[in-house]
């Protein structure tokens, strides 16, 4: 029973680890605009081909809560 469960939470781990990013592409391929991501109080945007930085109309970048 140990083992199944250990099983359990190392696919569901490298499940996570794989996807990471998945849905936020997905979503920019269905609207063509970059989906917006705050992570660490910095906010990026996410393109299907990558992600960047965003920034503030006088250079700076843009963060968030």
Same mark, same amino acid.
């Not at 998945?22 to 605009?33: A, C, E, F």
């Given at each position: ?40 109080? &910095?906010? *990026? ?5 990558? &992600?960047? &930085?965003? *920034? ?10």
């Amino acid at each position: 029973m140990k083992k199944l469960i250990l099983l359990l939470l190392i696919t569901l781990s490298a499940s996570n680890l794989i996807g990471c990013g998945k849905i936020q592409k997905t979503m920019s391929s269905i609207s063509g605009d970059g989906t917006e991501i705050c992570q660490g109080g &910095v906010l *990026y945007l996410q393109f299907t081909s990558g &992600v960047s &930085v965003a *920034y503030n109309p006088n250079g700076t970048i843009k963060t968030c809560k």
